[in-house]
């Protein structure tokens, strides 16, 4: 079965100490034009900068919509050529895009809407107090080598810290219940741990009323839910 990793490439390179800090005020040189940027710009009020072409712009917007109850405005999405520093980041609102790919988009937005919840401080001692951080894994597997959900985390990388737990989860929950896949058709119905994440999210906003029913289709949450 095809295993699920988001994000794998996206911080590889970071965490062997090689990776370098994208142009981005040459970025800012370049202003995407034609329907697709105008219809991101129009709807999210967001900004765009580098060389985006049409197809990865679809991509962008199709991951937005993924949020319909989520204020994204404000945020700046730039294109970035791949080089050592693949996959994407996320920093004070800014999304840089390597890999335009909608898992990578989908795992960006999700660090976006963890880091302008209200409650986050809650949020995240809450799945600590579930879940805890224990040198687990690396970036790419678990410490057998393995990979896939695993301990109520949806990824590895899910267990590096409470950051990268929210951005994989919602990355997850967003690709399952819009388009039936990801690593949440893995995960082990047994483990209670991956139900109260998702408990977790949705009591603080960051999953809506499709994921919760898609997951609930699948086993992930509560009798009581």
């Not at 660090?111 to 579930?130: E, F, G, I, M, Y």
């Not at 483990?191 to 699948?218: C, P, Y």
């Amino acid at each position: 079965m095809k295993r699920f990793f988001p994000v794998l490439a996206v911080f590889l390179s970071a965490c062997a100490g090689t990776s370098t800090e994208p142009d981005y005020d040459a970025a800012r040189q370049m202003i995407p034009k034609g329907p697709r940027a105008d219809e991101i710009r129009e709807r999210f009020h967001v900004s765009l900068y580098g060389s985006w072409e049409d197809g990865e712009l679809s991509v962008v917007l199709g991951a937005m919509e993924m949020f319909p109850n989520k204020d994204l405005s404000g945020l700046e999405f730039y294109r970035m050529p791949r080089g050592e520093e693949r996959g994407g980041r996320y920093d004070l609102g800014r999304v840089t895009v390597r890999e335009p790919t909608l898992d990578i988009v989908l795992h960006e937005l999700g660090h976006a809407v963890h880091s302008r919840c209200p409650s986050r401080a809650k949020l995240d001692a809450q799945l600590q107090a579930a879940l805890g951080f224990a040198a687990y894994c690396s970036a790419s597997s678990w410490s057998d080598g393995a990979g896939g959900p695993r301990r109520g985390f949806v990824s590895p990388y899910a267990a590096m810290n409470v950051e990268e737990c929210v951005a994989e989860s919602v990355a997850a929950a967003k690709l399952w219940s819009r388009r039936g896949r990801g690593p949440l058709g893995e995960a082990d119905r047994s483990d209670e741990r991956f139900a109260l994440v998702f408990e977790i999210l949705d009591a603080h906003g960051l999953t809506d009323d499709e994921d919760r029913e898609e997951i609930r289709k699948i086993g992930l949450s509560s009798p009581q839910r």
